[in-house]
């Protein structure tokens, strides 16, 4: 077991570009979910994945940013024409489902600027 | 709607000094899990404890404790002989189970700081 990985950890971006990241959830976990946090907030959800299907998604997931988890292993998250608002740490998590609780892992921090 | 209120934004405490977390919860679920997380500097988020709904009985885990009451929609931690190293931002979440949902709300977070 080592954890729920996330790439980067850290992305500078000029507005305007589009960025990916992924994440490598605990292998066993067929659940993932990605969160956004911005500076002094609690996370917010995004998304969420059994194996590879997208079961749910927030309205804070605009048209700009889509999300895969092809064959039900890895994730990816992808943020085009990024905007200064996009500038958040971006949270990947991975459970067994309920009653479970989630392992995060380490996040993204996006700046865009 | 689903709600979590942590009113304690930050708290400064010495070493050794008993310090409580307090969290608010909303929901008009009849089945729900409670969390508590901990965000050192790192960021990681780390998972403290989870509760459900029909559990009402208090956990004590080494220095740690929470206190659930349903009647009150509370879930609040203590620390006991808080030290250094316990300094972080944690983080009360609830997690509804109707529709299918499975997300986490979170409360705003209440930073810690122990101090030597």
């Known amino acids: 077991d080592t954890g729920v990985s996330q790439d980067p950890r850290h992305k500078i971006t000029k507005r305007g570009q589009n960025v990916t990241f992924r994440c490598d959830p605990i292998s066993e976990h067929n659940r993932l979910y990605w969160y956004r946090q911005t500076l002094g907030q609690g996370p917010e959800f995004l998304t969420y994945?059994?194996?590879?299907?997208?079961?749910?998604k927030s309205r804070l997931l605009s048209d700009r940013f889509s999300a895969e988890r092809p064959k039900g292993s890895f994730s990816t998250l992808e943020i085009q024409r990024t905007e200064q608002g996009d500038s958040a740490m971006y949270l990947c998590?991975?459970?067994?489902?309920?009653?479970?609780?989630?392992?995060f892992g380490s996040g993204t921090r996006l700046t865009v600027v | 709607a689903q709600k979590v209120t942590q009113a304690q934004t930050e708290i400064s405490v010495v070493e050794k000094e008993d310090v409580t977390l307090d969290c608010v919860y909303e929901t008009r679920d009849t089945t729900y899990y409670l969390f508590w997380y901990k965000q050192p500097p790192s960021g990681e988020l780390v998972f403290l404890i989870r509760?459900?709904?029909?559990?009402?009985q208090n956990e004590i885990s080494g220095r740690y404790s929470w206190n659930f009451q349903k009647s009150t929609s509370s879930f609040n931690f203590t620390i006991t002989a808080s030290q250094v190293v316990d300094s972080a931002v944690y983080f009360c979440a609830l997690q509804f189970t109707q529709g299918g949902s499975e997300k986490l709300v979170f409360g705003k977070g209440t930073k810690l700081t122990v101090n030597p």
């Open positions: 509760r459900n709904s029909f559990d009402e």
């Open positions: 998590a991975s459970s067994y489902g309920q009653p479970y609780g989630y392992t």
């Open positions: 994945f059994q194996n590879e299907a997208q079961l749910e």
